[in-house]
């Protein structure tokens, strides 16, 4: 039986991912006194600290230029917005207990103790205007990758109960129930089946051996269940020996959002154990941005060892097979933008993939100015389209997506993300827009030349 | 003692005793934190390579963010440019480092240093100015900065006044400018100064991480 509260109930009609009964707050979760809260974030936080990161909190210069790279600075000019500034707290904390001149801190009183209410005021800027889309760790002069540093932060705050109340239910809705909307194994067998239907295709679940296992995310299973059959289109036209399973496909991973180390271990060892019963030699990630760098990039890290397959989000299997020549698809006669997810391209290195099935569709692409690597955030990831209060902000910065698609002219964006998508999609009800996003993998398979 | 003889003699071996146990020990303290191995598979080798890359490719911002980065970029390069000309170029500037080390190369004219150390400090007030007044720069500047400005300062003006005979003796306004050098000498271990060492560090560890992703450095 689920352990999960009913206190924010799902609002799965939205566009958006997200749980009813927003308010404006700081959030606080579990019953502990101040002082253990401040206690369990800064251990928590410092627990995280290598050689890595100590580096980044020693580098910083105050020079501000991280700021004109953030979408919430350059949209408000707001200096709170000023993405090291959002490390702060975090920075005193370290200089005052973990740096090499701490005692000396601690001696004269330098550096103050952080509170409990700092903590509080430093939530909005943790999670409610940091997508972690890294656009400032490529414009910082010392190098330093700010947005790993803030999900360092986040661990902290997590393990002291003061992250915002959405994101937290999301992500304990994943750990308890397998999927942060209520997809649900059995409610997946039946969209699969819908699918499987809808599209005249085979979905293959729980097969005893796959060469690839699939997953999917489930905003795409709740919202965007197009993408199973599509999905399955492709791969039954490869030919592929391939397979979701019951047991890991959901590939979603709050618990990394959220800041829970040991809710994000559990959503990726759902997958790789899936990967291991059925053999699989690749696992392909669906259109979904973190989900693909909490595999990709951090799944070892979590598996403790390397990975026994390969993955690839779907947008680079679709290169790899059309490049060879595997997969024939037809030109599409569209004008269309694209919009890189941050955690695929800029934080991942697969920004080429989508050009390269863009370009084999034939497809007239309009860049957006900047792009690829550069591309603006939609302003959704991180959890921040979980979290209510966060909406005038998160609207304000779609404002620059907004600018920037209009001036491409085109009329439809393409994208390999859907929590971007869901993002896009809520903004553009928000602001009675008319352009719309579109998933790349749904326009190949309805493209495939069979 | 003489205030010159005090700064030629004791006050420079307590400055260069004090900056290099800082700057070993500053040091040591981070190659002992915890080294996180990335056991991913990369998508591209020639990690390190990538990492030496960043560390000269962050000299100069991508070009989507120069815009917005150039009157920061200017100064900073002006004032970091003016420094150099300053310390590496001058004829008793070179003396004293041919002292140490037995290295010795050509000075430049008199001319171009008295220059350069014009434009540095007028970088460097600037520069100050900037902080104090710019929204971002003035809510995240903390003692560090404002300090480290002006232990950076006063070994430029000191060494003007000096060169320029104004103020005070020269003898006077000799030992201040060296004592203003040995308390930069001090301060750099404790302070963002050490910055021109650790970001090889910072530059080299992110370049090699998004290296091996594949990714934009």
Known sequence: ?450 | MELLDFARGPGLQIAVLIFVAGLVWRLVHLFLAAKKSDISEARMGGARAGGLKTIFSRFRHHEPFRERTRNGSVLAYTMHIGLVIVVLGSAPHILFIESFTGLDWTPLPTLVIHLAAAVTVAALLVGLGRRLRHPVLRMISNFDDYFSWLITTLPVVTGLLTVAHVGGRYETLLALHILSFEAFLIWFPFGKLMHSIIVFGSRYTTGITFTRRGAKV
């Open chain 1, 1 to 450: 039986m689920s352990k999960v509260t009913e206190k924010y109930p799902l609002d799965t009609h939205e566009q958006r991912l997200t749980v009813k009964d927003p308010h404006p707050r700081h959030d606080t979760q579990g019953d502990v006194d101040e002082d253990e809260r401040l206690r369990r974030a800064m251990a928590n936080f410092a627990k995280n600290m290598n050689r890595t990161t100590a580096t980044y909190m020693e580098a910083c210069v105050h020079c501000g230029q991280c700021a004109e790279a953030c979408h919430y600075y350059v949209q408000t000019e707001d200096p709170k917005y000023t993405p090291i500034w959002k490390l702060e707290i975090f920075k005193q904390a370290y200089k005052r207990e973990n740096s090499p001149f701490g005692f000396f801190y601690r001696l004269f009183g330098f550096k103050r103790h952080i509170t409990v209410e700092q903590l509080g005021e430093w939530q909005e800027l943790i999670y409610d205007s940091c997508t972690m889309c890294g656009r400032c760790s490529l414009i910082c002069p010392m190098g330093i990758d700010i947005a790993t540093l803030v999900g360092q932060a986040r661990h902290g705050m997590f393990k002291a109960g003061l992250i915002p109340d959405e994101l937290h239910e999301v992500a304990q809705r994943a750990k308890e129930e397998g999927s942060p909307l209520g997809a649900t194994a059995s409610v997946f067998e039946d969209r699969a089946e819908w699918m499987g239907d809808e599209f005249d295709t085979e979905v293959n679940i729980d097969q005893e051996q796959a060469d690839i296992l699939v997953a999917m995310s489930s905003i795409e299973i709740m919202k965007y269940p197009h993408a199973i059959g599509a999905t399955a289109k492709v791969l039954n036209a490869l030919g592929e020996s391939w397979t979701f399973r019951t047991e890991g496909y959901e590939a979603t991973n709050f618990g990394m959002m959220a800041g829970n180390t040991e809710w994000q271990k559990a959503a990726t060892m759902k997958i790789i154990n899936a990967a291991i019963a059925c053999g699989a030699k690749l696992v392909v990630l669906p259109e979904c941005g973190h989900a693909y760098g909490a595999l990709r990039w951090q799944g070892a890290a979590m598996y403790g060892k390397p990975l026994p397959f390969k993955v690839q989000h779907i947008s680079e299997f679709l290169a790899d097979v059309i490049s060879s020549g595997r997969l024939k698809v037809k030109k599409v006669d569209q004008t269309v933008t694209f919009h890189d997810p941050c955690q695929v391209a800029r934080r991942g290195g697969a920004t080429e993939a989508p050009r390269v099935v863009m370009e084999a569709l034939g497809l007239d692409l309009k860049e957006m100015a900047p792009t690829g690597d550069f591309n603006w955030c939609c302003g959704g990831g991180g959890g921040v389209v979980t979290i209510h209060r966060a909406d005038k902000l998160r609207y304000k910065v779609f404002e620059l997506k907004m600018d920037q698609v209009e001036a491409t002219g085109a009329d439809t964006v393409l994208s390999t993300c859907s929590n971007c998508r869901q993002s896009y999609n809520d903004a553009k009800e928000h602001f009675h827009w008319d352009k719309n996003m579109e998933s790349l993998l749904e326009l190949v398979a309805e493209n495939l030349v069979e």
